[in-house]
């Protein structure tokens, strides 16, 4: 906004004019003052009006940029009016020195204007309601009475009773507009964003040492210091930290971790002036038993030993209060370690928790495998054990701010984080052992369906050859000669070891899966004492998952009959997301304990991938629930 500038540039006119002025009194025949004072006060408010010109520019549409500048320009205009009325008592007075003097008697509420503006505006410009236009529009009207009581009370022009009332009014008025622009401050932060809350920190932030320095000068003057020298700090933070913070506020609201900075201050602070109360209140008490000495040596130990905890337990106090946000995050971060610590959560839920604390749903905690090359992305925040980089988290919404709570938030999240990244490389090594395992019995599937066709396609067909050609030569003998009954027995051995050959063929693969698992099943079960209620749907898979299928249930159908001495058995089969479930229960006795035969079964379901679960109490049956992945 131009009119931003302009008023900047309004104010830095009047306040050079001003400064000239006080120059050339300070510097010419009047001798008003000293060239060191006028150089000093200049010194003390040109920052102020420097920080305005800062803020004009680089946020031209906040209006804390005119207002820092009024703020340094009210002071030097009074100053030059107070400096004008003084020539009233020199050898060269200046013209209307005597009216000026008796107006800059009581022009100093006039100082209070600048800063009154800037904290009733501050941080957006805006006022905290349309009530608070009467406490602006008071200001000054309270500044010009107090002027005209003090003014006019130096020249006695007004009766005395008349004159002490309104020296009450006008003091009560100024003390009133000046408590209520500074519980605006107040008023805001209790119903301010986050954004106004933290602006309002950087002011509190440099507030809380005005009054601090103010004591200091107090207690200074009453030492004997001078009065220029004893107060230089409290001008100091007034006239340039306070603007110096709100300047910061205005600009750059994230160049530090103003709640951590202001609960540290205010913590120590605190526990300073505990600790002070504590020592005086040891020697206070010593000092009726033991001599100083001992007095003085017993109460610092007693405040050493209670400095730690006390500062401790009002850091945290302080931070509740100050620093909400990061006592909220830092908390629950801490709540959800305490979980997987007692293992009420899993570890891979900190990204969610994360996102949570922090308020970022795009919030992303990228872990690094060991082995592998990891480049951290731009922006993201590198997740370190020790000196090693275990992954980086990636911030949905950036500042710096945020990146300073993110980084508190991984620091503290650092068990969880090491513990998922660990079982997921954990888990990737098993998947790679359960791959690895699948192929290696579709290797052996497949070599056993080579053998058998190698068996019934070879070695079968030959001997069967080789039996029908003795036959064919045993018919050209006459029975009853002794090589045709050499002929006949060596048939029949010919025989026999085609029938051992196809009993081998067979047992290395069912061929009853040749037709499919389903119609496999239905031929196993159609062999069973009991009854059996079998409910299979074509399915097309593996061979391998379907020889394990097939071996699983008729080893639990065998279990079931053998060791059970159950009178129905169920069998359910299906495919649900792309995993085989199989499903077979009995009405047995159940109490099945782990042995030769649940073993077999987990690990021929396991050589294809699956998972087996055994469901056996005593008196209440047998279920035994396979799920095997069959990935298209």
């Given at each position: 906004m131009r009119w931003g500038r302009v008023l900047v540039f309004a104010a830095t006119v009047v306040f050079v004019a001003a400064e000239v002025v006080r120059a050339f009194l300070a510097y010419g025949p009047a001798s008003v003052g000293t060239p060191a004072g006028w150089a000093i006060s200049t010194a003390l408010l040109l920052p102020c009006l420097l920080l305005g010109w800062l803020i004009a520019v680089r946020a031209p549409a906040s209006p804390i940029g005119p207002a820092l500048a009024l703020t340094a320009t009210t002071p030097a205009v009074v100053f030059t009016v107070e400096d004008w009325g003084t020539t009233y008592l020199t050898a060269h007075p200046w013209p209307g020195a005597r009216v000026v003097d008796a107006i800059g008697t009581g022009a100093w509420p006039w100082l209070f204007l600048g800063f009154v503006t800037l904290i009733l505006l501050f941080p957006d410009g805006l006022l905290p309601?349309?009530?608070?236009?009467?406490?602006?529009?008071?200001?000054?009207?309270?500044?010009?009475?107090?002027?005209?009581?003090?003014?006019?009370?130096?020249?006695?022009?007004?009766?005395?009773?008349?004159?002490?009332?309104?020296?009450?009014?006008?003091?009560?008025?100024?003390?009133?507009?000046?408590?209520?622009?500074?519980?605006?401050?107040?008023?805001?932060?209790?119903?301010?964003?986050?954004?106004?809350?933290?602006?309002?920190?950087?002011?509190?932030?440099?507030?809380?040492?005005?009054?601090?320095?103010?004591?200091?000068?107090?207690?200074?003057?009453?030492?004997?210091?001078?009065?220029?020298?004893?107060?230089?700090?409290?001008?100091?933070?007034?006239?340039?930290?306070?603007?110096?913070?709100?300047?910061?506020?205005?600009?750059?609201?994230?160049?530090?971790?103003?709640?951590?900075?202001?609960?540290?201050?205010?913590?120590?602070?605190?526990?300073?002036?505990?600790?002070?109360?504590?020592?005086?209140?040891?020697?206070?008490?010593?000092?009726?038993?033991?001599?100083?000495?001992?007095?003085?040596?017993?109460?610092?130990?007693?405040?050493?030993?209670?400095?730690?905890?006390?500062?401790?337990?009002?850091?945290?106090?302080?931070?509740?209060?100050?620093?909400?946000?990061?006592?909220?995050?830092?908390?629950?971060?801490?709540?959800?370690?305490?979980?997987?610590?007692?293992?009420?959560?899993?570890?891979?839920?900190?990204?969610?928790?994360?996102?949570?604390?922090?308020?970022?749903?795009?919030?992303?905690?990228?872990?690094?495998?060991?082995?592998?090359?990891?480049d951290i992305p731009p922006g993201a925040i590198p997740l370190r054990t020790g000196e090693s980089i275990v992954g980086a988290l990636i911030l949905g919404t950036t500042s710096a701010r945020r990146i300073r709570r993110a980084r508190e938030a991984a620091v503290e999240a650092r068990l969880p984080l090491e513990v998922s990244r660990l079982r997921l490389e954990l888990r990737e090594a098993l998947d790679e052992v359960r791959a690895s395992r699948f192929r290696l019995m579709e290797e052996v599937n497949a070599e056993r369906r080579r053998l058998e066709r190698d068996l019934h396609d070879g070695a079968q067909q030959q001997l069967i050859a080789i039996g029908m050609r003795l036959r064919s030569l045993q018919y050209q003998l006459e029975p009853g000669l002794p090589a045709y009954r050499e002929i006949d027995e060596a048939v029949e051995a010919v025989e026999g070891t085609v029938a051992e050959l196809r009993r081998i063929a067979h047992g290395v693969r069912p061929s009853r899966l040749d037709d499919g698992l389903a119609v496999a099943l239905r031929r196993l079960v159609a062999d069973s004492s009991v009854p059996v209620d079998l409910v299979v749907p074509e399915l097309e898979i593996g061979e391998g998952v379907a020889t394990a299928v097939y071996y699983t249930v008729g080893e639990a159908i065998a279990n079931a009959l053998k060791h059970a001495s159950a009178t129905r058995i169920s069998i359910e089969v299906g495919m649900v997301e792309q995993r085989l479930q199989v499903a077979v229960r009995d009405n047995g006795v159940g109490g099945a304990k782990e042995g030769f035969g649940l073993t077999s079964l987990r690990d021929r379901v396991a050589s294809v991938g699956g998972e087996i679960t055994v469901d056996s109490p005593p008196g209440a049956g047998t279920s035994i629930r396979v799920e095997i992945p069959c990935a298209s």
């Open positions: 309601g349309r009530r608070w236009q009467v406490i602006w529009a008071a200001v000054p009207a309270a500044a010009a009475l107090v002027n005209f009581t003090v003014s006019t009370d130096g020249g006695n022009m007004l009766p005395r009773p008349f004159r002490v009332a309104l020296t009450v009014v006008a003091f009560t008025l100024l003390i009133a507009v000046l408590l209520a622009a500074a519980s605006s401050l107040v008023v805001r932060y209790r119903h301010g964003d986050q954004l106004t809350r933290l602006r309002l920190r950087w002011l509190l932030c440099a507030a809380v040492s005005v009054p601090g320095l103010l004591a200091a000068s107090w207690l200074a003057v009453a030492l004997g210091a001078p009065g220029a020298v004893a107060y230089t700090g409290f001008l100091v933070a007034m006239l340039v930290l306070v603007p110096a913070t709100i300047a910061v506020a205005i600009l750059k609201h994230d160049l530090l971790d103003i709640d951590q900075l202001l609960g540290t201050t205010l913590s120590w602070l605190i526990t300073a002036a505990t600790s002070a109360a504590i020592f005086a209140a040891g020697v206070l008490a010593a000092g009726n038993f033991f001599p100083d000495r001992v007095s003085v040596t017993t109460a610092a130990f007693v405040t050493a030993l209670a400095l730690l905890p006390l500062h401790q337990w009002v850091h945290r106090t302080v931070g509740r209060f100050v620093d909400p946000d990061r006592t909220v995050v830092l908390t629950r971060i801490r709540s959800f370690v305490r979980q997987v610590r007692d293992g009420e959560a899993e570890p891979e839920q900190v990204e969610n928790v994360l996102r949570d604390a922090l308020d970022d749903p795009l919030l992303r905690v990228l872990l690094r495998r060991p082995g592998d090359q990891f």
